[in-house]
């Protein structure tokens, strides 16, 4: 089963106001997309994502993620996604709405083992309220309410049979459970999340927030690290090549500011230290670029489902004055981490010439990392 997530981000989302697209705007310290993309990106089996745009939004799509244009109605929308996919390779797909960013890893999960054994499966809730029919601000009538659902997404399927279903089907269907239904195909329901909402009015935002925050997961590391003097010309330091009248001895290009927040991202994860995953007694990381060491603690946050939220830096030394590269230091740092610069903070401080920094024995860093998940 290869499948791919089909996500519809098309709408204009006027009934949410706003003044822009609900997809784009922020919640939770990112982008409703981004929320939405994130949450199929990070799953281990969907293998690729795509999304559906208004041509007018190109500029906020996600560097790389792959889009197609959507059409006036989201059926119009979900049909120019699926007819994208067709030849790609995808054997199944999971169409969802943009406007539901709190999905879980687990309703996915859900949803494709359902595809196992079904033609569709899709999410829903049965009602738990009453259900009345109204007019003009008086109850007309009493609805049962035994067998009804409020359907969710994703709604997934084998892609050859939604998308010929799609292509027969009239238009106008809420859903594309409603399209499948048209065709004969046979789906399954499977227990639907609350939390998986639909922003579609502006209060729906402070419920989405809530449900987001209330499953953040903030995790903090530190690191310490030093390296004594020796012979040299330069020193190298966050990154940077600096002119010096001595060098820095050890193993690696002995970056210590490097080593520090490598530390403290490995040390955030609770994955021991710069050490374990690059034994000192192993030679091929003799004179290693520290960069290497940043990247694969940057990569193992990635990997672990956390994303680096601020990361910070004290360089203790006595000479080279480090104020003058301190912006260069954090791009440096910034581009290893795959984060924002503004993210990424370099100070520097002396010992007042007190203890081995102070007599010029060499420098000591200090780094503290704060991640954040999902
Ligand atoms: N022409 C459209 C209309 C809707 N959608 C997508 O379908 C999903 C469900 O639609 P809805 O919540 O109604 O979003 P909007 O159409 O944006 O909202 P509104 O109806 O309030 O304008 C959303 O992810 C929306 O972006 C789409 O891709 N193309
Ligand atoms: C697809 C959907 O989210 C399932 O509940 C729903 O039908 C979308 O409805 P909308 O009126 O387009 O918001």
Not at 26 to 44: E, I, K, Q, S
Not at 129 to 152: H, K, M, S, Y
Not at 153 to 179: N, S
Request: charge should be neutral; include cysteine.
């Amino acid at each position: 089963m290869h499948t791919a997530a089909l996500i519809v981000a098309a709408g204009r989302g006027l009934r949410a106001g706003g003044g822009q697209p609900k997809q784009w705007r922020a919640l939770a310290g990112r982008r409703v997309a981004d929320w939405t993309v994130d949450a199929f990106a990070r799953h281990p089996r969907i293998g690729a994502v795509r999304l559906v745009i208004h041509p007018a939004d190109a500029g906020e799509v996600p560097a790389g993620l792959p889009w197609v244009a959507g059409g006036a109605t989201r059926a119009e929308s979900v049909r120019a996604g699926l007819e994208a996919l067709e030849g790609a390779g995808v054997s199944h797909v999971l169409i969802h709405d943009v406007a539901r960013p709190c999905v879980t890893s687990a309703l996915i999960e859900a949803v494709l083992d359902a595809l196992e054994t079904h033609d569709g499966a899709a999410p829903a809730l049965p009602l738990t309220d009453a259900l009345w029919r109204g007019a003009e601000g008086r109850v007309t009538g009493i609805e049962p309410r035994a067998g009804l659902f409020r359907a969710q997404t994703p709604q997934g399927f084998r892609l050859a049979a939604i998308l010929a279903a799609h292509r027969a089907h009239p238009g106008g269907a809420a859903d594309d459970v409603e399209v499948a239904r048209a065709a004969g195909i046979d789906v399954a329901i499977v227990p639907g999340d609350e939390a998986n909402l639909k922003i579609t009015r502006a209060e729906d935002f402070s419920r989405a927030e809530n449900y987001l925050r209330g499953r953040m997961d903030v995790r903090t590391g530190n690191g310490f690290d030093v390296h004594a003097f020796g012979p040299g010309d330069h020193v190298i330091l966050c990154g940077l090549r600096l002119p010096h009248d001595r060098g820095l001895r050890g193993h690696s290009d002995a970056d210590v500011g490097m080593h520090a927040l490598t530390d403290a991202l490995y040390g955030a994860l609770a994955e021991g230290d710069i050490g374990r995953h690059f034994p000192p007694s192993d030679p091929q990381w003799k004179g290693a670029d520290s960069r290497l060491f940043l990247r694969h603690a940057a990569e193992r946050v990635r990997a672990r489902g956390y994303r680096l939220s601020g990361a910070d830096v004290t360089l203790i030394c006595e000479r080279p004055k480090i104020g003058p590269h301190v912006s260069a230091m954090q791009a440096e740092l910034a581009v290893e981490l795959g984060i924002e610069p503004d993210r990424v903070s370099v100070k520097a401080t002396t010992s007042e010439r007190l203890g081995f920094t102070g007599r010029e024995e060499g420098i000591a860093a200090l780094a503290t990392a704060t991640l954040i998940s999902p």
